[in-house]
């Protein structure tokens, strides 16, 4: 009696994991909302000093009236486009995540966690996601916490930015293992720093009486206006910036392979670019189809 050897095992292959599709619509309003950001953002630099945006005391509070409902533009845009139940679902996962890590570390020395989650979910589910994951992220943080103010809206664009960022960092489907840990940490070091000087840079111009060194001046050069922003950037922020940036690098490092890993496993299974298909071989008329009985006449 011979025995005949078990077939060989095919190895699989794991598929690649794809991002959240961006549409034609959800890139043009966050190229929009974007634009509006960065007037929002650099307005005192180039108003002249009689002009109406010259007010700080009445120019934020237009803008942060104005930027959430670009804000909902572009979430409204994208799951139109692009964003399933699940990616939905994924989206307020990691969402509540980020709002929950954010009180942890708020308020001593600038120690954010919830940068580095921002950084790992851009690099898996693609930029659009990522700026949309950001936003959502701080509104629900900052309802959290209680941080609601004039300055949330540019916060919620800032962090969109950095895990924007994030999801256009080379390399997306073969660069693996310890060289893009080192590129998120050194993307989330950078980004860290470019996040806190965005947010000084709406502060700034609020905030009068701090010295002819570093106190904003309407209607100045440009150059000149730049030279006191520098300054106050060093005299007030770069020790809390610093902190955010180290623990960032840290919980990169230390945690991005597993989270990465889980991300993509994830992201794979949930399977967002699928295509919608239905059986073409069912019957669809159902008295057609062959009636069950156990004495073979189908009674």
Known sequence: ?????????????ARPTRPVRIGPRAAAALVLVTLIGIAAFGWPLLADRHSGLA?????????????????????????????????????????????ALRPLGAGTAGLEPMFFLMV????????????????VTMFASALLTGGVGPWMPFQMLALGWFALGAGLLPGAVRLRGRAELLMLAAYGF????????????????????????????????????????????????????????VLTVVLTLA?????????????????????????????????????????????
């Not at 009696?1 to 292959?13: E, L, N």
């Not at 993509?264 to 019957?283: E, H, I, N, Q």
Request: with cysteine; charged share 15%; glycine share 14%.
């Open 190 to 245: 950078v980004g860290s720093f470019a996040y806190g000087t965005v947010m000084n840079l709406q502060g700034w111009v609020i905030l009068q009486g701090m010295g002819q060194g570093i106190s904003f001046h309407p209607g100045e050069p440009l150059g000149a206006n730049l030279a006191r922003f520098l300054a106050y950037c060093l005299a007030t922020s770069v020790a809390w910036d610093l902190g955010r940036a």
């Open 1 to 13: 009696m011979s025995r005949h050897p078990a077939p060989a095992r095919r190895t699989r292959r």
């Open 55 to 99: 007010h700080s005391q009445d120019a934020p509070w237009l803008f942060a009236a104005l930027l959430p409902l670009l804000v909902a533009v572009v979430v409204a845009t994208i799951a139109d486009d692009g964003m399933d139940a699940k990616a939905v679902a994924m989206l307020g996962v990691l969402a509540a995540v980020g709002a």
């Open 255 to 299: 945690l991005g392979g597993t989270l990465l890993k889980a991300l993509r496993r994830a992201t794979r299974k949930a399977a967002f670019d699928a295509p919608v298909a239905f059986d073409s071989g069912a019957d669809p008329d159902p008295d057609h189809s062959p009636q069950r009985g156990t004495d073979g006449c189908g009674g």
């Open 120 to 135: 790992l979910s851009g690099r898996v589910l693609g930029p659009g996601f990522g700026f949309v994951l950001g936003a």
